[in-house]
């Protein structure tokens, strides 16, 4: 077994779509970047190729490449797991956690939970997604953006 963990903040700014875990949240602003900018789901997808020790996911999809402009995140996802499970990985579990003073995330995270499983060949019980906010501290308290952390285990052994 194999344990990784991943890490990314996007910049909340207005006029963008708000995509966390695949699902369209909707809000006043959204999250900027050069793919839908999900965050939640880069965070994920590096937590999974840092477990198999591939490097992450701005040296698999470069953001200066015109090819993931505007790149949904969940076809990223499904394409690491497709590179992981090429040299014998499965998943065990994942565990995510969404830092955001705002919108509540709570209403959306059954949806993130079934939408991130259906990508990663899972079921939703393995597949955790939680959210905080900071207390109004920092950036994501500042509502200036959003993070998110995710954990990965993956397993040779089958
Ligand atoms: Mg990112």
């Known amino acids: 077994m194999r344990i990784g963990h991943g890490y990314d903040v996007h910049r909340l700014v207005p006029d963008r779509k708000l995509i966390l875990g695949g699902v369209d949240i909707p809000w006043e ?8 900018a999900d965050v939640l789901t880069h965070a994920l997808m590096d937590a999974l190729l840092g477990a ?3 490097g992450d996911i701005g040296k698999l999809f470069p953001d200066n490449d015109p090819k993931y402009s505007g790149a949904d995140s969940i076809e990223l ?6 590179i992981i499970g090429d040299r014998g990985y499965s998943i065990c ?4 956690t969404v830092l955001a003073q705002r919108p509540k995330l709570a209403p959306h995270i059954p949806f993130m939970r079934e939408r991130l499983a259906g990508a990663m060949g899972l079921d939703a019980e393995q597949v955790s997604v939680k959210a905080t906010t900071e207390e109004g501290l920092g950036f994501t308290g500042e509502g200036l953006g959003i993070a998110a952390h995710a954990v990965a285990l993956i397993d040779k052994s089958k």
């Open 29 to 36: 602003k959204g999250l900027l970047g050069h793919s839908d």
């Open 93 to 96: 579990n994942v565990d995510c």
């Open 77 to 82: 996802l499904k394409e690491v797991c497709r």
């Open 52 to 54: 198999a020790a591939l």
